[in-house]
């Protein structure tokens, strides 16, 4: 037992997760959150007692008295049991075997599951097949069954009950140590150390080891809880060593005398509740600490406000009459950091876009493109705050000024009949358990109001309109049955099939293969001329841009650098960004060139 | 499908054949002087021998071993060495209470738990503490205490309960109903709080997928995509949880049975233990594995049905 305290402790100096990630001590943290002190400091008591029971207990504990079954007295500070024996010295050498119980547990479970989670994990091939098929076979036993046939063929020898136990549970560790090789194995650093001659041992040793280290600890504080709970069933069961002080044997002896004195069963259930309760607190609190636990909670909290607009811009004009299809104006993004901070993704951006026109919105990933799209979807994850600005659709607010949110009654009534879009990872923006005409129909006999038998033609109309080949076919395949070209055609089918004004279209290209991105692209601009939606391009891409695009917002960090014509963009970027963005897309990108070359000839004239 | 059933089939049997031969091997290589023991301290060391020799316990291991599966392949698991009942009845009769009790057990921790985990996940805040700490306490508190207090409580201050099963072979559905209250409940207590976190983390899982978004983007109702999409993709995860819970019952049935008295399959595998009676706690260790496998795959089916890509194929 003591031992899984001790690795606690030297765990926490050389900061957390095999040096993968700099924080603070995990120590320090754990220190910090009241639970994980609380859960030390009892267990450090316990594990003391268990020390020193034989200097602190007032008496012999296998003594037995004629004050039977007395409450607390002077002489027995709580009471005695059954056989006269003093309860308190019991339970204070009680705490050695529940504790030796524990710690036999664990460490066996380590010891078998940790070696055997690290060879599957890093050599695979039959070894991971065979101990993978061991694994299920433990995990379908019962433990409590198992350990009642231990008891019958070994008698009552908890040690070695606890063995036993430790075999159980150490599928627990096998898959933690498995899984976290497996991912660790094809990092980067672990091929460096490899091309540096390291040996597959020392490999495991200094940089698997690392990272599994953790989430062994507090496994082993769960395993140490079972153990316990388990081994003072046995012990309840009358299975234990009735000779011995035990916690377990003690709450037996207590329930038999329910009626004469109850306090003889409270004090043994108490230390065990305590006990287990400890090592169940600490594996939480160290789990905790290990996750920053500061930034779950501000995501807790902020998801239960959605998208909250903390302040209102008292600027915003009455709208114009002839209002844009959809307009952003000022809008400010942020996200609460762990620390109180927040980061700000998308800073003061304004653009505009009309129906029957192609707004590429331009930029690096974390630019702040994308998320500018999800706000005008509404969209946005829980925790994201909309700080300033505002978003008008046809010159009505979507971000509702007076309850200080992003409107979603609004939103509501807009999204898929108004607004819609197209992702840009097709194969994961399917739902895998319906087939991909029931995606499509649901929709607009929801939005539409159409009768299924409708929409189940305007869905095979749709996907010939988006060129692919065998409607009928598709219509009943599900998602994992196509490729991912023609998952994406399916989805921009669903993106216009309740003829929305606006498509929003978030990088729906660069998940594809690059002869599938210009069909898809094909798709979208004939769409367009003939439906004149007015649709929201976001791309890293600058070929896509002028490929399809009518205008363009350059964003980076957060802001829009630059934004008009497409034409005067790629002609005369102003700023050194986009000339920038301009010049990693030039090599090799004809309709670049093409414009390129007309803008020379046109500067010539 | 019919090929994956077959397969998972075939896994079950080995898996069983695996652990008989493992519980076979540990009960009776290490058991010491079971015909003395049978026999009594007064008996002549003929008797004894004439007693092992009837048991079998002159022959070799392997040889016993073989002819046990052999019979076993005929559902006959020998007779109580203390009893002389054959192990198959002596499970027949018990069987049906445990059974009973723990099925009620994993169908109420299953919709008590998937309503928890699901409010968990979707409003978060409050809900998703409460869970947690629900969580904690389960784990923190074994089953016996559980039992203990629920009788405390319920049986002997309130009298709600009655403390200790009136169930006989006659007994009426009232006396089953108000016997078996506590024991399932006592069951019940600690597997919900766990199930109920391992749905919530399934649930949270999915409500991040990519798709559920899109499924927003296309004007679903949030009610629609919560029940329908949802819920079914965090199905399979969900059931995992609760077979596994199932396994856990069927360790805890044990303690439950023996605090409330109850006449049921775990009662006897403790009276067995206590007594040494091998070929008794063999027939339940077999019985129980069984079960599970049988739950297993009944999970594997039905996670298989639920995943076009098994289903379809």
């Known amino acids: 037992m003591s031992a899984v305290v001790d690795d606690v402790s030297a765990q926490a100096e050389p900061g957390g997760l095999g040096g993968a990630v700099k924080r603070p001590g995990v120590a320090g943290r754990l220190f910090r959150n009241p639970m994980g002190t609380a859960s030390v ?52 050498f009680g705490a050695r075997g529940t504790l030796m119980s524990a710690a036999i547990a664990a460490v066996v479970a380590i010891l078998i599951g940790l070696p055997a989670g690290l060879l599957a994990g890093y050599y695979g091939k039959w070894f991971d097949g065979l101990s993978s098929w061991a694994t299920n076979i433990l995990m379908a036993l019962p433990g409590m069954i198992v350990l009642l046939a231990v008891r019958a063929a070994v008698g009552p020898n908890i040690y070695l009950t606890m063995v036993i136990f430790g075999v159980l549970m150490s599928p627990g560790f096998f898959r933690l140590v498995r899984t976290a090789t497996q991912s660790v194995r094809n990092e980067l650093y672990v091929d460096a150390a490899r091309v540096a001659g390291l040996s597959d041992l020392s490999i495991m040793g200094r940089h698997i080891l690392g990272v599994v280290r953790a989430p062994v600890i507090i496994q082993a504080a769960m395993v140490s809880g079972i153990a316990i709970s388990f081994q003072s069933s046995l012990e309840f069961l009358g299975l234990g060593d009735p000779s011995a002080a035990t916690w377990g044997v003690m709450v037996n002896d207590g329930f038999r005398n329910i009626y004469r004195q109850p306090l003889a069963l409270l004090w043994p259930t108490l230390a065990i509740s305590l006990t287990i309760g400890s090592f169940v607190l600490l594996a939480n609190a160290l789990r905790d600490a290990l996750e920053d636990h500061v930034n779950v909670k501000e995501k807790t909290s902020a998801s239960r406000r959605p998208a909250t607009v903390a302040a209102v811009p008292a600027t915003v004009a009455a709208e114009p009459v002839d209002a844009h299809l959809c307009e952003v104006r000022d809008l400010r993004i942020e996200y609460p950091q762990p620390g109180g901070e927040r980061k700000t993704v998308v800073d003061g951006a304004s653009w505009y876009v009309d129906r029957d026109e192609v707004l590429g919105i331009v930029g690096e990933s974390g630019s702040g493109k994308s998320q500018t799209a999800f706000a005008v979807l509404g969209l946005l994850p829980d925790n994201a705050l909309v700080t300033s600005g505002q978003i008008l ?5 979507t971000i509702d000024t007076a309850s200080r949110r992003i409107d979603q009654s609004a939103l509501t009534g807009l999204r898929g009949r108004r607004i819609s879009y197209i992702p840009q990872e097709p194969m994961s923006n399917l739902d895998p358990s319906f087939t991909i005409g029931s995606q499509l129909v649901r929709p607009m006999t929801r939005i539409l109001g159409i009768s299924k038998s409708e929409a189940v033609t305007k869905a095979l109309d749709l996907l010939s309109a988006v ?12 998602p994992h049955q196509v490729s991912g070209g023609m998952a994406q055609r399916v989805l921009i089918a669903g993106a216009i099939s309740c003829d929305p004004d606006l498509i929003i279209a978030d990088e729906p290209t660069t998940a594809l293969d690059v002869t599938v991105q210009a069909e898809v692209l094909d798709v979208i601009r004939d769409l367009q001329t003939e439906l004149h939606q007015g649709i929201i391009l976001v791309t890293h891409n600058f070929g896509v841009v002028a490929d399809i695009c009518d205008r363009v917002a350059v964003m980076q960090n957060g802001r829009i650098v630059e934004q008009g014509d497409v034409r005067t963009i790629l002609r005369h970027p102003a700023h050194e960004y986009t000339q920038m963005l301009l010049q990693s897309m030039l090599v090799g990108k004809p309709p670049l060139t093409r414009l390129m070359s007309d803008s020379a000839t046109g500067g010539m004239k | 499908m019919l090929q994956f059933i077959a397969k998972r089939l075939v896994a079950g049997v080995v898996a069983l054949f695996v652990v008989a031969c493992l519980t076979f091997v540990l009960l009776y290589s290490t058991s010491g002087d079971v015909a003395r023991n049978i026999m009594g301290d007064q008996a002549s060391a003929a008797s004894v021998a004439a007693k092992a020799h009837e048991l079998g316990l002159d022959q070799p291991l392997m040889s016993r071993l073989s002819s046990w599966l052999w019979q ?6 020998g007779t109580s060495w203390f009893t002389s009942q054959p192990v198959f009845t002596a499970i027949a009769n018990r069987l049906p209470l445990t059974l009973t009790m723990v099925c009620v057990a994993i169908l109420l921790i299953g919709v008590v738990a998937t309503f928890l985990g699901v409010t968990a996940a979707v409003k978060r805040g409050a809900a998703d503490r409460a869970v947690q700490i629900m969580a904690v306490l389960a784990a923190s508190l074994p089953g016996y205490i559980v039992g203990i207090v629920l009788v405390l409580v319920f049986a002997i201050q309130l009298r709600w309960f009655p403390a200790i099963s009136r169930i006989g072979p006659r007994s009426g559905a009232a006396v089953w109903v108000a016997s078996l209250t506590l024991p399932v409940v006592a069951l019940m207590l600690n597997g919900i709080a766990g199930a109920a976190q391992q749905i919530r983390s399934a649930f949270i899982k999915q409500l991040e997928q990519d798709y559920v978004r899109t499924l927003r983007s296309r004007g679903i109702p949030e009610r629609e995509i919560l029940f329908r999409h949802v819920l079914r993709a965090a199905a399979p995860a969900g059931l995992t949880v609760l077979s596994l ?24 595998a403790v009276s067995a233990t206590t007594q040494g009676d091998l070929p008794l706690v063999m027939g339940v260790v077999i019985y129980t594995v069984a079960i599970v496998v049988v739950v297993n795959l009944l999970v594997d089916v039905a996670n298989g049905w639920l995943n076009p890509k098994v289903r379809v194929s």
């Open chain 2, 245 to 268: 819970q199932f396994i856990s019952l069927l360790g805890g049935v044990v303690i439950i049975e023996s605090i409330f008295a109850l006449p049921g399959l775990g009662s006897l």
């Open chain 1, 467 to 478: 060129g692919i080949p065998n409607p009928k076919r598709t219509f009943s395949a599900y």
């Open chain 1, 41 to 92: 400091l009892l267990l450090a008591v316990i594990v003391l007692s268990a020390v020193l029971a034989g200097v602190l207990a007032p008496h012999d504990p296998a003594r037995a008295t004629d004050n039977v079954l007395t409450g607390p007295t002077a002489l027995n500070l709580l009471g005695t049991d059954s056989n006269g024996r003093d309860i308190l010295s019991r339970l204070l």
């Open chain 2, 72 to 77: 076993a392949t005929h559902l006959q698991f």
């Open chain 1, 393 to 397: 659709f046809e010159g009505k607010r």
